[in-house]
């Protein structure tokens, strides 16, 4: 999955340094929605050891993790996730994130278009879902460009750190 500047790849080892500066770099953008990830990769060796059960993760098919890749400087600008899988009901939940100088250039978009047709395609999932908190205008935006339909507002469905629990909202895209 590749643009002329960007590729979406599984992290691999080498990733870590990148990874690491990219959690790093943008601690103030991702601790509030993306605090365990952000909690995973705060030193070299703690992306090293995220990126190896990431990689786990994917062969046992658990979960599934890819970075958006900078093709000129192979830097890490974000993270797609398919998370929460459910074979049985073949639905999955994304989570994703991008950095702060990588923003405004459709990179999510692509990304969430790309990996929700490897989904449907290659995983065989009939439902796949966005569960976004009504403030966080980007990525409503993403969900809205990929055809995402808005279904309900989840009562008390996540809680970031310190904090209390929120209300978020749920799109769904059904093949």
Known sequence: MKTEAFQIVPLKPEDAVSLNELMVSNTERFKRFFPKTLSNNLTIEAS?????????????????????????????????????LNWETKQGEFAYCIGSKYEGKGLTTFAVKEISNYA??????????????????GSIKVAENCGFIWK??????????NELPLDMELYELTR
């Open 48 to 84: 090293e050891s995220y990126i190896s059960n990431k990689s786990k993760e994917i062969q046992s098919n658990s979960e599934f993790t890819f970075a958006i890749k900078d093709n000129e400087t192979q830097n890490i600008a974000g993270l797609i996730i398919i998370k929460k």
């Open 120 to 137: 449907f395609n290659n995983l065989k999932l009939k439902t796949l879902q966005i569960i976004s908190h009504k403030t966080n205008f």
């Open 152 to 161: 309900r507002t989840l009562s008390n469905e996540f809680t970031p750190t």
